[in-house]
């Protein structure tokens, strides 16, 4: 009788704590099973108002507008005020803000886990996706450590001996991609649009997707990056474990380093549609999350475009008839097309206050926007090293 009542007694003890642990892990909060993080420069209130207009005139709206969470972040790094892009990207990949031209490593040299590296080690699929090159710093904090940034043969090699990534995709030149030994045997490598289309996507082997630059908006050879984020997404949503993609943009810098407002209005423009897409294809239980990382040349659109303009008309002289476009620093845009004579601008002249060979970081916080769950934390003003908290918590 009493063997029995401790049996009773010890099978009602395991049913009591199977179901305790059951509510307890089902009551938790439950993370999102995508995690997608958008990285680009210039993201800030007065490029992305200059964007809606360039888009659309003054009554569109760009789809990170759509965002229902949003917050200034502060990015200095630990020895200026002004971050480079070492830095800053680091505080976004990393967790820790480091001195500029360093990557992946803290003031005092001690290695940093990315966040695709934290990723992958809880069991998530990982991809990275780049408008550049692998071997460029904003790349590459996402897996590379060095106390110079700019040795990008190191950095290229650190790609190469890294865990593979489930998906790569860079668009950059034959000298700044990696060679093919220098990627994991396992490694699928495709070259052009039609190769990347041609590996299945049930295929769970590392796919490096090495595109050359797009020679125009209608390259067959190069997707769009709204393209490369659907197909990782379709790539990444087999792993029942979720996954983790980071889409980083260098182009935006690079067309504002060249004062060319044009070309960086129709790369955040582009952007912008990747996060659309994003969106569409992530599902429901997705974060997603982008963020500005630098400040560069000191964009700013001047006088009163009328509601409906849009395209060139925002760009050219306005109807006052001094430019619309004008930079801190950098070379000026058309600023030879005038009439020299009568020291009249040309109609898309964008001057340079201070004229150098390329436009330099200004200083100011840059915006960062969320939608999903985790989202909420992104309100009001906070540093890049809480982005990388808030990514890191929902991984």
Known sequence: ??????????????????LGGLIFATSGPKKPFAVILFVADNINPAAL??????????????????????ALCRNSSSDFSVPDTASASTQIACGKKTPNG???????????????????????STALITTGGLS????????????????????LAQFG?????????????????????????????????AELD???????????????????????????????????????????????????????????????????????????????TARRYAGENSLIVVTGRENIAGFQLNGRPFLRDKGVAVLALNNLGYPSICWATGPGYAVESGDKKKGAPGILAQPSAFPLAAGVPTSGDVL???????SAEIH?????????RILSDSL
């Not at 460029?136 to 950095?155: Q, V, Y």
């Not at 009001?380 to 990388?388: A, E, N, R, S, V």
Request: proline share 6%.
């Open 161 to 193: 001996l890294h865990a593979p990534l489930d998906f790569v995709a860079a668009t950059s030149s034959a000298e700044d991609s990696p060679k093919a030994d220098q990627l994991p045997k396992e490694t699928l490598v495709a070259r052009t649009a």
């Open 198 to 276: 041609a590996v299945p996507l049930w295929k769970r082997t590392p796919v490096a997707a090495l595109l050359p630059p797009a020679k125009s908006a209608r390259d067959a050879d190069s997707p769009s990056l709204a393209e490369l984020v659907r197909t990782a997404i379709r790539r990444l949503q087999f792993n029942g474990k979720g996954y983790l993609l980071v889409v980083e943009d260098p182009s935006v810098a690079s067309a504002a380093s060249a004062n060319n407002a044009e070309q960086m209005l129709g790369r955040i423009e582009e952007f912008d549609k990747a996060v659309a």
């Open 102 to 124: 360093k990557l992946g490593i803290d003031s005092g040299g001690a290695t940093l886990p990315s966040l695709l590296e934290v990723a992958s080690l809880r069991g998530r």
């Open 368 to 374: 960062t926007a969320g939608y999903g769950p985790g």
């Open 1 to 18: 009788m009493k063997l029995r009542n401790r049996l009773i007694a010890l099978v009602c003890l395991i049913l009591f704590l199977s």
């Open 49 to 70: 108002a200059a964007a809606r207009l360039y888009s659309g005139g003054g009554e569109s709206r760009l789809q990170i507008e759509e965002f229902p969470n949003a």
């Open 380 to 388: 009001g003003f906070l540093d890049l090293t809480d982005i990388h």
């Open 136 to 155: 460029a710093p904003g790349a590459a904090a996402f897996f590379a450590k060095s106390a110079d940034a700019a040795n990008r043969a190191d950095l």
